[in-house]
T-cell receptor, first 114, second 111 residues
Framework: AQSVTQLGSHVSVSEGALVLLRCNYS??????LFWYVQYPNQGLQLLLK??????LVKGINGFEAEFKKSETSFHLTKPSAHMSDAAEYFC????????????FGTGTRLKVLA | DTAVSQTPKYLVTQMGNDKSIKCEQN?????MYWYKQDSKKFLKIMFS???????INETVPNRFSPKSPDKAHLNLHINSLELGDSAVYFC??????????FGPGTRLLVL
């Protein structure tokens, strides 16, 4: 069975500081991994995805994530937080191409302090 | 140019009523989904259709019935609405390799 754990339901950073949102996964097969962002009262927008190619994945809005198989992690980072990054972030795992079921983490709310 | 659209955006109704939410995607994807997001933001898949065929049916009360008239549409009908059905319902569609694209959500409030 697959699962996703997002450590920290709330994370606060100062504007300009490093953003680090943690995601650990459990999967019996090589996973596909995703990060989505949800702004208030909006749908989910894909930030980036890992599909067994390069382990360092770059996404939109300056975010990137590194797949570390030994640590079963896929943490999301951004070097310098902007006020507009304040949102809910979700990590998700699937069993790979041709499979349809995502398992989502419980989300991390990012707050950016001025 | 909206990729995945849902109607209505907001739905306020009384307990016991029947309501439908519509979803359309113009991405040419074969697979569509319904998710429920509860008040704690937890996202759980409810149903998935591939080429109009049901492929995922999670443990959902049978008051919820999805219908896919064609590949571009997946509607959700809910009978005898209950207070606990209040949530945000998201439609999504995916490419063959699995990346899912979400609609803006329908906020359902049952009074």
């Amino acid at each position: 069975a697959q699962s996703v754990t997002q450590l920290g339901s709330h994370v606060s950073v100062s504007e300009g500081a490093l953003v680090l949102l943690r995601c650990n996964y459990s999967s019996s097969v090589p996973p596909y991994l995703f990060w989505y962002v949800q702004y208030p009262n909006q749908g989910l927008q894909l930030l980036l995805k890992y599909t067994s190619a390069a382990t360092l994945v770059k996404g939109i809005n300056g975010f990137e994530a590194e797949f570390k198989k030994s640590e079963t992690s896929f943490h999301l980072t951004k070097p310098s937080a902007h006020m507009s990054d304040a949102a809910e972030y979700f990590c998700a795992v699937s069993r790979g191409s041709g499979t349809y079921k995502y398992i989502f983490g419980t989300g991390t709310r990012l707050k950016v302090l001025a | 140019d909206t990729a995945v659209s849902q109607t209505p955006k907001y739905l306020v109704t009384q307990m016991g009523n029947d309501k439908s939410i519509k979803c359309e995607q113009n991405l040419g994807h074969d697979t569509m989904y319904w998710y429920k997001q509860d008040s704690k933001k937890f996202l759980k898949i409810m149903f998935s259709y591939n080429n109009k065929e049901l492929i995922i049916n999670e443990t959902v009360p049978n008051r919820f019935s999805p219908k896919s008239p064609d590949k571009a549409h997946l509607n959700l009908h809910i009978n005898s609405l209950e207070l606990g059905d209040s949530a945000v319902y998201f439609c999504a569609s995916s490419q063959p390799e699995g990346t899912q694209y979400f609609g803006p959500g329908t906020r359902l409030l049952v009074l």
